[in-house]
């Protein structure tokens, strides 16, 4: 069966660090992305990671372990318009790739505090 | 800029009500998709399509059904409304390639209430 779990809800400061995991069980990994949402507005796309390790972007960074089924979003020098919910979205293999369907985690609601 | 469009970002339909979701995408992208969020229980895929005409059941396609006519659209029908399908409703398109960075773009969404 596929499954994606994620920490429902964080907070955190206004200029600190925050680490956002997720783990994962799929049949037929094929990429892992993450997608930021905020209140009442359509997901946008953050990162992508296929291989194991670290992809880095700006403030934003993505680790992957393709053995572990984990991922982690790490988040430097918060700052309040971070406040958003964090998706993890596995891509599934299916139909020999032609679909490119992505599976949603709950995902994680952030609140930077001052 | 590249877009995908949900004609509505609010709708109120009444319970028996047939529902019409429109979304058109300007990417030439292969890939369409319906998805509903509920606190709680994140994106649910409704239905998806892969080309004109295809489409193919989600995770969760009672009560609804789709149409792809053309490449640009795809259209999410509520037979008949009821009050469990109150829900934020969001298409996403995407390209075909197995690989590469190509996720979604999603439409801005559709805020349905069935009263």
Not at chain 1, 56 to 81: A, C, D, I, T, V
Not at chain 2, 44 to 68: A, C, H, N, Q, T
């Amino acid at each position: 069966g596929q499954n994606i779990d994620q920490p429902t809800e964080m907070t955190a400061t206004e200029g600190a660090i925050v680490q956002i995991n997720c783990t994962y069980q799929t049949s037929g990994f094929n990429g892992l992305f993450w997608y930021q949402q905020h209140a009442g507005e359509a997901p946008t796309f953050l990162s992508y990671n296929v291989l194991d390790g670290l992809e880095e972007k700006g403030r934003f960074s993505s680790f992957l372990s393709r053995s572990k089924g984990y991922s982690y979003l790490l988040l430097k020098e918060l700052q309040m318009k971070d406040s958003a919910s964090y998706l993890c979205a596995v891509r599934d293999r299916g139909y020999g790739g032609a679909t490119n369907k992505l599976i949603f985690g709950t995902g994680t609601l952030l609140a930077v505090q001052p | 800029d590249v877009k995908v469009t949900q004609s509505s970002r609010y709708l109120v339909k009444r319970t028996g009500e047939k529902v019409f979701l429109e979304c058109v995408q300007d990417m030439d992208h292969e890939n369409m998709f319906w998805y509903r969020q509920d606190p709680g229980l994140g994106l649910r895929l409704i239905y998806f399509s892969y080309d004109v005409k295809m489409k193919e059941k989600g995770d969760i396609p009672e009560g609804y059904s789709v149409s792809r006519e053309k490449k640009e659209r795809f259209s999410l029908i509520l037979e008949s409304a009821s009050t469990n399908q109150t829900s934020m409703y969001l298409c996403a398109s995407s390209t075909r390639p197995r690989t590469g960075m190509d996720g979604y773009t999603f439409g801005s969404g559709t805020r349905l209430t069935v009263v």
